[in-house]
Structure formats: structure tokens, C-alpha cells
């Protein structure tokens, strides 16, 4: 069955990076696009973007370019998101969601999500 | 960028209602929505996709309807553990969720 396993909780101090990761299984890696959602607690949910492991193609929010930087790594089947020059706004949950069809964004699996907290 | 608005914020019903949903779009987005369940606490959960289309294993008491800017939610008989926030999500233009409608046990 499809898995997407995500990596524990993190603590920040403002100014420096964070890479999540989110290892998949279950499925073939390259063959589905990863996406990545945001959700400051008691929020909303928030699109970041997303990378196609196949070819390492990415796109980003507009809001997130600059912020989020997506990789993947198809040896382990494990994406990643690096984030960068973080402040308090980024402390947030981070998921990452497989969609149920190749070139379909609805989002069928998901992560339990990483908190990322940023504080001095 | 395409907005999604979500009313009510907050809906509280009785066990055993029908309970309605609202997305409405900033334009066109051609049934191109699904809808999320969230539970305290954990990962959203596939509902509907493509605006209509029950997801695998999900109750039959969700249903989904809608077209052009807007479309519900609709959960016939409401339970105990329906209480969550539920996203729409459109995917015509870009992707956007829309802000949610927290869903209560009166």
C-alpha cells in the first residue's frame, strides 16, 4: 500500500534552513508527482508546490519561490523540502501527498506532516 | 489566482442532520474540486474528487455536487465522527483550498 513516511518535528532559530523529507513506498517513486501543503496551526491549508521525481521537475507557489526548495532522491524513494532564511511565519506543519493518478493534483495519500518550529 | 471561499466558518448540527457545505470560486473552475476531511490532529482525508466522485472507502453518506463557481458538500446523516474541518480544493487554475468550515456536534 501506498506510504508516505515523514520526518519527526524540527526547532529552528530564525535565519537558518530546515530540510524535511518524505519517503515513499508502496508505489514506483519516480512515476508520481509529490506535492507539499503547509498549515500553520489552527489554519488553513496552504499549497508550497511540487516536484516530479521522475525528472527532478519542480514548481513552486508563487508565495514560495525563494522559500521552499524541493528534491528527490529515487535511490531511497525519499523527497525532500529544504527551507530557507526561516522566520516565526514558517513554523507551521509540513505535508507531503502523493495524488491517486499520475497527472491528476487530487491529493489521495498523504503524510502525517512535520512541525517545524522557529524560535530563538 | 482563484480564491475559494467556504461558508459557513463554523456549522454546528445535531447527530442525524443533513448538513450542507459551501465552496464558492472567484471564477470557472469547471468541476475541477474535490473536498478534504481533516480531523484534529491529523493528515487531511480524501473525500470527493473531481466534484462528485465518492473516494474508496469513504461513507456513502458524503455525497458532493456543484459546476461552474459553486459546489457543496453534503453529509446526509451526520455522525459523531464527522466532526472535522473540511477543505475544497480547486485545480482548474493553479491549486487552492479554500479556508475551511469547521464542523461541530451540537
Known amino acids: 500500500q501506498v506510504q508516505l513516511q515523514q520526518s519527526g518535528a524540527e526547532l529552528a532559530k530564525p535565519g537558518t534552513s530546515v530540510k524535511l523529507s518524505c519517503k515513499a513506498s508502496?508505489?514506483?517513486?519516480?512515476?508520481?508527482?509529490i506535492y507539499w501543503v503547509k498549515q500553520r496551526p489552527g489554519q488553513g491549508l496552504e499549497w508550497i508546490g511540487y516536484?516530479?521525481?521522475?525528472?527532478?521537475?519542480?514548481y513552486y507557489s508563487e508565495k514560495f519561490k525563494g522559500k521552499a526548495t524541493f528534491t528527490a532522491d529515487t535511490s531511497s524513494s525519499t523527497a525532500y523540502m529544504l527551507l530557507g532564511s526561516l522566520t516565526p511565519e514558517d513554523s507551521a506543519y509540513y505535508f507531503c501527498a502523493r495524488p491517486e493518478y499520475r497527472y491528476n493534483p487530487t491529493l489521495a495519500y498523504w503524510g502525517q506532516g512535520t512541525l517545524v518550529t522557529v524560535s530563538s | 489566482d482563484i480564491q475559494m471561499t467556504q461558508s459557513p466558518p463554523v456549522l454546528s448540527a445535531s447527530v442525524g442532520d443533513r448538513v450542507t457545505l459551501s465552496c464558492k470560486a472567484s471564477?470557472?473552475?469547471?468541476?475541477?474540486l474535490d473536498w478534504y476531511q481533516q480531523k484534529h490532529g491529523e493528515a487531511p482525508k480524501l473525500l470527493i474528487y473531481y466534484t462528485n466522485n465518492l473516494q474508496t472507502g469513504i461513507p456513502s453518506r458524503f455525497s458532493g455536487s456543484g459546476s461552474g463557481t459553486d459546489y457543496t458538500l453534503t453529509i446526509s446523516s451526520l455522525q459523531p465522527e464527522d466532526v472535522a474541518t473540511y477543505y475544497c480544493?480547486?485545480?482548474?487554475?493553479?491549486?487552492?483550498f479554500g479556508s475551511g468550515t469547521k464542523l461541530e456536534i451540537k
Open positions: 516536484i516530479y521525481p521522475g525528472n527532478g521537475g519542480t
Open positions: 508502496g508505489y514506483t517513486f519516480t512515476s508520481y508527482y
Open positions: 480544493y480547486q485545480y482548474n487554475s493553479g491549486l487552492t
Open positions: 471564477q470557472n473552475i469547471n468541476k475541477n
